[in-house]
């Protein structure tokens, strides 16, 4: 199962667009991989979520190395609690290389009934600073630009805009530290725009409008997997 998993998740980055970008990231013998996020990394963990599969993936055509992967992802979380963690949940582990998927919580929150998003200025401050830092240590750093909110591949999903807003807040910020990007925001848009004819709202890559099924997870794999290949 574990070697079908990995070529299975070859296949799929062979024929992602090319939407993440930056080089490949050399595996060295006890490499330490950290996903750094919210609920959908959280969720990731799980056997079919898009950690395991890039675990079982480097496993498979890694073998013997000692290469870990470690998900900390945690449900709810913005920009503001990763800086928060940092130190702990990622610092603290040693990591050689660290992927970013967050920004969904810090645009969705501001819709959602007694919770509250990130500014964009806050948006952009705090996670220049984690991966500053995150460089500072001597680790890799790939960041990934927030999927999405809603599957309408239309324009039409209600927080569209300042989704699309935060994603080049991402983009910029990966120029500027030469950092890696994985631009999930326009992998799936791409994908939905082929995939979603009947413009559901929901149910192509995600369960519910955000969290991944499983073959969201497998696009997300395939994504992350070129920086690994």
Known sequence: MRFFRGAFVALIAALTFGDCSGGHLALQEGARIVFFGDSITQLGVKPNGYVTLIRDSIAARHPGMGIEVIGAGISGNKVADLRARLVRDVMDRKPTVVVIYIGINDVWHWQLKNLQGTTKEDFEAGLREIIVRIQYSGARVILCTPSVIGEKHDGSNPQDQMLDEYAAISRSIAKSLGTPLCDLRKAFGDYLRVHNKE???????????????????RFVAGALMQFFE
Not at 206 to 216: C, E, I, K, P, Q
């Open 199 to 217: 413009n559901a709202k929901q149910g192509i890559l995600t369960t519910d409008g955000v969290h991944l099924s499983d073959a969201g997870n």
